[in-house]
């Protein structure tokens, strides 16, 4: 129910944020998309949530397999300090990667807040490809081996084409966590790289301006069309396994 609020909100044409609304328009929607401060935060979460979604699908990717092929020992303490970021709270989080920033001079990094993105992204992004690549059969690949494959022919032929999926919704969820990302953002984007979401929470502390709601109503219909898609790609991969099945 405050998401259906929050949607018919963002739709007013009042000034002030009054429900139900006494008129509908698009304005809030076009002041959204018109003015350069808003533009320029969702381009820097857009940036960011691709940068670190990418890098934290290939780092957990071969984290996952590692951790599945492996003989290691120890690999359930190392997945626990993998899985760290969604255990330890983020404000905590963020104040010691905030003390990292300064200490090497990075606030207000791109690179550096992408990369701490990445890290809170990691756990989820293993989670989901640990699940996925038990699908892969280790028989397989040691067929592919005993045929003459390499390691980089064995990822790119055998294991990708079964499990990019699973890759494609790693990485997916990735780039929710960082595009709704608040935290690191507030404390390492300084005053040049500021999301969608510190942008949010700045204009909060001066106003609540009715503009709010219609980038509110914009991440909802995001995170919904993601889901989506991701929902109807697990629903194709779905359908072949029943077919095989049967």
Request: proline letters at 5%; hydrophobic letters at 60%; glycine letters at 6%.
């Amino acid at each position: 129910m405050p998401i259906v609020v929050v949607i018919v909100v963002s739709f007013s044409g009042d000034d002030y944020l009054t429900f139900p609304p006494g008129s509908l328009s698009w304005r809030w929607f076009a002041l959204f998309f018109g003015d350069p401060s808003w533009r320029r935060a969702l381009l820097v979460s857009l940036g960011t949530g691709i940068a670190s979604a990418v890098l934290a699908t290939a780092v957990g990717f071969v984290t996952a397999y590692a951790f599945l092929r492996s003989e290691m020992r120890g690999k359930k303490i190392l997945l626990s300090l993998v899985l760290s970021p969604i255990i330890i709270p983020h404000i905590i989080t963020a104040i010691a990667m905030y003390y990292m920033a300064i200490s090497i001079d990075a606030v207000g990094s791109f690179v550096l807040l992408a990369l701490c993105h990445s890290v809170m992204s990691l756990p989820v992004v293993v989670l989901i490809l640990l699940s996925s690549l038990q699908s892969v059969d280790a028989s397989v690949e040691k067929a592919a081996i005993g045929m003459g494959c390499s390691r980089i022919q064995l990822f790119l032929r055998v294991v990708m084409p079964i499990a990019w999926p699973g890759v494609v919704s790693a990485g997916l969820f990735a780039f929710l966590t960082s595009f709704d990302e608040l935290l690191i953002a507030l404390f390492l984007g300084g005053a040049e790289f500021r999301t969608l979401p510190v942008r949010i929470w700045q204009s909060l502390e001066m106003e609540l301006e009715p503009t709010i709601a219609a980038v509110s109503a914009f991440l909802i219909a995001v995170t919904a069309i993601i889901l989506l898609f991701d929902l109807l790609l697990r629903s194709r991969r779905a359908s072949p396994a029943r077919t095989a099945g049967h």
